[in-house]
């Protein structure tokens, strides 16, 4: 019986479009999951300093509400960016420290922007001014300003390759499918100088 695949000779791998959606759909989700996770620490961290600041048992700022709103903030946002940084949008990090946290900086004030302009936008504009008018908003405008920070992140601030530890990992993946699809040569003895070569 005859092999299908002659000794030696690579085995027909599959198109890289075939997993390639997959990998990319599975990676995708990955990231949305991380920022998602990141995302949710920095609001514990806002609305948890802002409280401690005003009514806890810190109460330095307790009469004095938009100081304690800006230092959660700025306390939130450092969280966020290093979370970001090293977890979320670690293979896509630059060496450029200080202008990732500006440019990070400044699209999480167009997130508040997007935020809070949903909510005046329903109340002062459209006369939405009940309690699940407000709430509709406030839902909208969350959901507006994580997207405006996801993209915002995506293209002006993690614009970096993949960085070494990463880039080596995945020419290791890619070095061990190749393997897989390689078909074992058996053994075959080659002859010999001696007697065992064939005259010339």
């Known amino acids: ?20 959606w997959r990998d990319g759909l599975r990676a995708r989700a990955l990231e949305l999951a991380r920022f998602g996770s990141v995302g949710t620490v920095a609001f514990v961290v806002d609305m948890g300093t802002y409280n401690l600041l005003r009514f806890g048992p810190v109460d330095v700022l307790h009469g004095k509400p938009l100081t304690a709103r800006i230092v959660a903030v700025l306390l939130a946002t450092l969280v ?5 940084r ?21 699209i999480n004030v167009v997130g508040i922007g997007l935020t809070v302009g949903s909510l005046a936008f329903s109340h002062y504009v ?51 499918e190749h393997e897989q699809h390689v078909v074992p040569l058996g053994t075959v003895p080659y002859p010999r100088a001696g007697r065992d070569a064939e005259p010339a």
């Open 1 to 20: 019986m005859t092999s299908s695949s002659a000794p030696g000779v690579v085995a027909p791998r599959r198109a890289p479009g075939d997993r390639g």
């Open 80 to 84: 966020s960016w290093i979370g970001s």
């Open 86 to 106: 090293h977890w979320t949008f670690a293979d896509q990090r630059t060496a450029r420290r200080g202008r990732e946290f500006v440019l990070f900086a400044l």
């Open 126 to 176: 459209l006369g939405l001014t009940g309690p699940f008018a407000d709430n509709v908003a406030n839902v909208a405008g969350i959901a507006l300003g994580t997207i405006g920070r996801y993209v915002g992140y995506k293209l002006f601030v993690f614009t970096g390759t993949a960085t070494l530890p990463v880039a080596l990992a995945e020419v290791g993946h890619e070095a061990r």
